[in-house]
Structures are given as structure tokens and as C-alpha cells.
T-cell receptor, first 114, second 110 residues
Framework: GAVVSQHPSWVICKSGTSVKIECRSL??????MFWYRQFPKQSLMLMAT?????????EQGVEKDKFLINHASLTLSTLTVTSAHPEDSSFYIC??????????FGPGTRLTVL | GEDVEQSLFLSVREGDSSVINCTYT??????LYWYKQEPGAGLQLLTY?????DMKQDQRLTVLLNKKDKHLSLRIADTQTGDSAIYFC??????????FGTGTRLQVFP
């Protein structure tokens, strides 16, 4: 199957700083990328959907100014958590899709905000 | 509304069959999915079923769909220790979104 990578795999930061997470599709062009958030022992919650070259569509309750998403190319999307706080600590997972095919998931990024 | 529910935990002995259940609410979902998540890893698609099917078998995996009751199940035959993971069902009410269940942690013991 197709491969999706995320970088970094884990990050620890101080409260108030911003953190950027990258999601890359390694062997296919991703017209759409999705960002999910997973709390410990809970399900994945879709945060936003991004299509290459256009603004992301955020789910209800997700602050777009806090979670900045950029999908500048067909192989790269970034999620920036701005002014991170301890409650933003979570496991962030991206997925990528070509057309309306299967979503392929990245391995996730664990964010810990001190 | 969109709500997908699963039991939280299942423990089985190696070699037995495991059955993981899921209920969903959106009858318009065209596809229903089962994903596997191993510790610290992303999700791996195990199998999926089209909404007009009742059953799908793929090697050790059998998916049963009761559309009337909005109930989906995943049966793993001859469960192995390597099957220990969290299993998520997901529905797809439109071509863009996946709505995930709460996840079932499967523990396989020798």
C-alpha cells in the first residue's frame, strides 16, 4: 500500500510555543489530506480536511487560528499548533488520499506541551 | 447524527475466534471499514464492506453487516498474539469523511 510519513514522531514543547507537524505522501500524489486528533484511549476525531492549493475545511469546534493547516503541494501538508498549551497535548494523525480512493494513515505525532 | 460505538475491551485466548462489534447511526454510509492500530502507530485498513453486502470474508477476517440494525462485526479466526491491537470501525457518510468508533482493545493471551 501507499506510504504516508509524519515528522516529527514525537515532540515536547513549552507552553506558548508553536509546533509544526509535517505529513508527507511518499509514493503517491495526495489530492486530499486529513488531520485527526486522538486522545488517550479514545477514538480519532477529524480536525480538518485539506485539498491541495485551497484552504482547509475545519470541523465544528476546531479553531482554525489555533491549528493552521497548509497543503502547499500534492505530497506535503503541515499542521501548526500555535501557542500550544497543555490541553493541546495529544496524538495527531494525518491521512492522505488520491482522488476518492482509500485513505492512507501516517504513524502519528505525539505532542506533549509542558 | 453521527455516532459509532464499540465495546472497549476484548480478551481472548490464542487460537480462539474474536468477535468485535460496532453500531453506527448513519444509514447513508456507503462503505463501512475496520482499521487496526498497533501501539504508537497509525491506522492500518484491514477490510471494508459495501453497504449492500451482508458478509465479506478475507482470509481470517469475516465482516458481517446488519443494515437494519446498523450493526457491524469483525470476526478474527484463529486469533494470534500479533492480533493484539486496537480495532476501530468507521463509517463513511460521504466521500470525504470517516467517522470512527471508540475502538476496541483486543488482548490475546497464550
Amino acid at each position: 500500500g501507499a506510504v504516508v510519513s509524519q515528522h516529527p514522531s514525537w515532540v515536547i514543547c513549552k507552553s506558548g510555543t508553536s509546533v509544526k507537524i509535517e505529513c508527507r505522501s511518499l509514493d503517491f500524489q495526495a489530492t486530499t489530506m486529513f488531520w485527526y486528533r486522538q486522545f488517550p484511549k479514545q477514538s480519532l476525531m477529524l480536525m480538518a480536511t485539506s485539498n491541495e492549493g485551497s484552504k482547509a475545511t475545519y470541523e465544528q469546534g476546531v479553531e482554525k487560528d489555533k491549528f493552521l493547516i497548509n497543503h502547499a503541494s500534492l505530497t506535503l501538508s503541515t499542521l501548526t499548533v500555535t501557542s500550544a498549551h497543555p490541553e493541546d497535548s495529544s496524538f495527531y494523525i494525518c491521512s492522505a488520499r488520491s482522488g476518492f480512493n482509500e485513505q492512507f494513515f501516517g504513524p502519528g505525532t505525539r505532542l506533549t506541551v509542558l | 447524527g453521527e455516532d459509532v460505538e464499540q465495546s472497549l475491551f476484548l480478551s481472548v485466548r490464542e487460537g480462539d475466534s474474536s468477535v468485535i462489534n460496532c453500531t453506527y447511526t448513519d444509514s447513508s454510509s456507503t462503505y463501512l471499514y475496520w482499521y487496526k492500530q498497533e501501539p504508537g502507530a497509525g491506522l492500518q485498513l484491514l477490510t471494508y464492506i459495501f453497504s449492500n453486502m451482508d458478509m465479506k470474508q478475507d482470509q481470517r477476517l469475516t465482516v458481517l453487516l446488519n443494515k437494519k440494525d446498523k450493526h457491524l462485526s469483525l470476526r478474527i479466526a484463529d486469533t494470534q498474539t500479533g492480533d493484539s491491537a486496537i480495532y476501530f470501525c468507521a463509517e463513511s457518510p460521504n466521500t470525504d469523511k470517516l467517522i470512527f468508533g471508540t475502538g476496541t482493545r483486543l488482548q490475546v493471551f497464550p
